[in-house]
């Protein structure tokens, strides 16, 4: 069983900067990708970014693109995520995701596995 476990959120004035990250374990041989989608209240859970495990290639939203950088360290089986010029409407409880089989990224649907989030609060 994988289990994935974020941390790094917390508030943050706009424009600041906050770090997220997400430890992975249990099995890991059908491991394609790792990703971060959130979830602001009263809207759908949306992509924000995701990470081929393997190479290495990256996959943004368009609303973080330049922004938010995501990254992997294999070794420790973690993946980051690095936001930038952070802006109110970021504000979301942000959750890693792991892809067991590709599929689209876009598509919570495609993703096996699931933290349990982290509160990402940007004030104005």
């Known amino acids: 069983q994988v289990q994935l476990v974020e941390s790094g959120g917390g508030l943050v004035q706009a424009g600041g900067s906050l770090r997220l990250s997400c430890a992975a374990s249990?099995?890991?041989?059908?491991?394609?990708?790792m990703g971060w989608f959130r979830q602001a209240p009263g809207k759908e859970r949306q992509f924000v970014v995701g990470?081929?495990?393997?190479?290495?290639?990256?996959y943004y939203t368009d609303s973080v693109k330049g922004r938010f950088t995501i990254s992997r360290d294999k070794a420790k089986e973690t993946v980051y995520l690095q936001m930038n010029s952070l802006k109110p409407e970021d504000t979301a409880v942000y959750y890693c995701?792991?892809?067991?089989?590709?599929?689209?990224?876009?598509?919570?649907?495609?993703?096996?596995?699931w933290g349990q989030g982290t509160q990402v609060t940007v004030s104005s």
């Open positions: 995701a792991q892809m067991g089989q590709l599929g689209s990224m876009g598509d919570a649907r495609s993703w096996e596995y």
């Open positions: 249990g099995r890991t041989f059908r491991r394609v990708a």
């Open positions: 990470i081929t495990w393997s190479s290495g290639s990256t």
